[in-house]
């Protein structure tokens, strides 16, 4: 089977990173969509923006949807990108601290108004997040996303929990041991930030589900 495709926030290599510019030459180049990061302002508006504090250094949180630049795009309107051009769409939900805000909820509903809900994975390091989501639409699917190897009896009870579908590893812990674990428990494997045509075969032969990359040309080597 082919993994499915996502540009990690979009073209990062070819275009300003988390951008409809970005997104919309992913699809072009012959992805299946996209992987963003979404925090929230000041003012509540949902935005797509990977670190908590612009490029000039201002803090997210501390803004408003007017101070926000040209091209950082709201959610709403990342969304009704991914409607339009039929993209899927990895929506990674950013966190300051543990504690659950709006945005969780806010998020989840913004991707049923744009009927995204069978186009849309929503995942995060955090696992409360994750819990949040699936009190708040549990027919949107999770991942749980890790930075370092966890014991299987964990990794378990976190999935179990937060009612996740999907373990999304960094593509360095992403092996034969924990593919064959995630077919035991009945999980995807949605691998990130893959750039080596040599790391994609590799990937391809384990039988991933997804790859997230920042080159196109690259990802496509697993067709």
Known sequence: MTPLLLGHRGTPALHRENTLTGFQAALE??????ELDVRRLGDGTLVVHHDAH??????????????????????????AWAAGAGAFV???????????????????????????ARRVIVSSFMPTLLRAARAAAPDIERGLLTHRA??????????????????????????????????????RINTWTVNDPGEVRRLRALDVDALIGDHPTVLLCAR
């Open 90 to 116: 990895n929506v990674e939900l950013k966190h300051e601290s543990v504690r659950p805000d709006d945005r969780v909820g806010r998020t989840l509903d913004a991707v049923r108004a744009h009927g995204l």
């Open 150 to 187: 966890y014991p299987p009896l964990l990794l378990r009870a976190v999935m179990d929990w937060t009612g996740s579908v999907a373990l999304h590893p960094p593509h360095t812990l992403t092996d034969a041991a924990l593919v064959a674990l995630a077919r035991r428990e009945g999980w």
């Open 54 to 79: 612009l490029a000039d250094g201002r803090f997210l949180p501390d803004l408003r949807a007017a101070d926000l630049p040209a091209h950082v795009p709201t959610l709403d309107g990342a969304l």
């Open 29 to 34: 180049a012959g992805l299946d969509g996209v």
